[in-house]
């Protein structure tokens, strides 16, 4: 059995350096297979990581996108809050505004009446005055009616006494006495 063996071992060694040579041959055609595959993989890693890395940037560019319009969403809320805030101001400024020109007006009006009322007073204080001369021109014009009248009475029983008398003094002087 040992003889076998080494007549095995014999074959083995003759056809192994004949198949030495082939699988030498084959072994660099696998290395350099192996090379080249390795050297696809690390392409093909790298143009992965490229890949992987492009889409990082884009998610990135995306994210820093996103958030922009997210702040200037925001700033825009903030602003239109702002711009309300201003408009309401800006209206109760302009309702203080108006209320104030009203109550002025009111007031001017008010002082207008008062002035007219006074002038109404005065005007009526003119027409008493003028009332009140007319009826003392009046009351002197019926004292001086009346006393032209006493007068007259006077003077008419004056003259008709004298008349009278200067009728009794002829008579008495006549022919017939």
Request: charged share 30%; aromatic share 4%.
């Amino acid at each position: 059995m040992r003889h076998f063996r080494f007549i095995g071992a014999a074959l083995l060694f003759g056809s192994s350096a004949v198949l030495a040579q082939t699988n030498l041959s084959d072994q660099i055609g696998a290395v350099n297979s192996a090379v080249s595959q390795q050297k696809q993989q690390e392409a093909e890693a790298e143009a992965a990581r490229e890949e992987q890395y492009r889409q990082q940037q884009l998610a990135q560019q995306r994210a820093a996108a996103q958030q922009a319009r997210a702040a200037a969403d925001a700033r825009a809320r903030e602003q239109a809050r702002q711009d309300r805030i201003a408009a309401a101001r800006q209206a109760r400024e302009a309702n203080d505004e108006a209320y104030q020109d009203q109550l002025k007006e009111l007031e001017l009006q008010q002082k207008k009446l008062e002035l007219q009322a006074r002038q109404t007073q005065v005007n009526r204080e003119n027409e008493l005055i003028d009332q009140q001369l007319k009826r003392d021109t009046a009351e002197t014009d019926l004292v001086q009616s009346k006393a032209d009248a006493n007068r007259n009475i006077s003077q008419g029983q004056k003259t008709l006494l004298q008349d009278t008398g200067t009728a009794e003094v002829k008579k008495a002087s006549g022919w017939f006495n």
